[in-house]
Nanobody
Framework: EVQLVESGGGLVQAGGSLRLSCAVS????????IGWFRQAPGKEREGVSC????????YYTDSVKGRFTISSDNAKNTVYLQMNSLKPEDTAVYYC?????????????????????????WGQGTQVTVSS
């Protein structure tokens, strides 16, 4: 079974930065797409950014383009989300999830909750709070 453990969340002032990490226990990292999702109180969970372990292609939702960067260290089976210029509206619980690249061949279309469930795996989430 795939296990994911997020870390790096916290409280930061608007304009600040945080780096989230997601350690993924998989035998072959390249067989998976990894995504970062977030859920704010009273809102649906949304896809923030995804990366393909197979070819390194990435996707960002419009609201974070130019501010967030997703990257992976395949040797460490770890995916990072560098978040800069944070805004109060970025406040949410951030989750990382993994799904076989078979189900996520095209990230712009597949970086969504529906692709990563029910065939994917999810971490427990980490809280990010951005104060104004």
């Amino acid at each position: 079974e795939v296990q994911l453990v997020e870390s790096g969340g916290g409280l930061v002032q608007a304009g600040g930065s945080l780096r989230l990490s997601c350690a993924v226990s998989v035998f072959t990292f390249e067989d998976y797409a990894i995504g970062w999702f977030r859920q704010a109180p009273g809102k649906e969970r949304e896809g923030v950014s995804c990366i393909s372990g197979k070819d390194g292609s990435t996707y960002y939702t419009d609201s974070v383009k130019g501010r967030f960067t997703i990257s992976s260290d395949n040797a460490k089976n770890t995916v990072y989300l560098q978040m800069n210029s944070l805004k109060p509206e970025d406040t949410a619980v951030y989750y990382c999830a993994a799904v076989s690249v078979i189900f996520a061949r095209s990230l712009p279309e597949e970086c969504r909750v529906g692709t990563f469930t029910p065939m994917g795996y999810w971490g427990q989430g980490t809280q990010v709070t951005v104060s104004s």
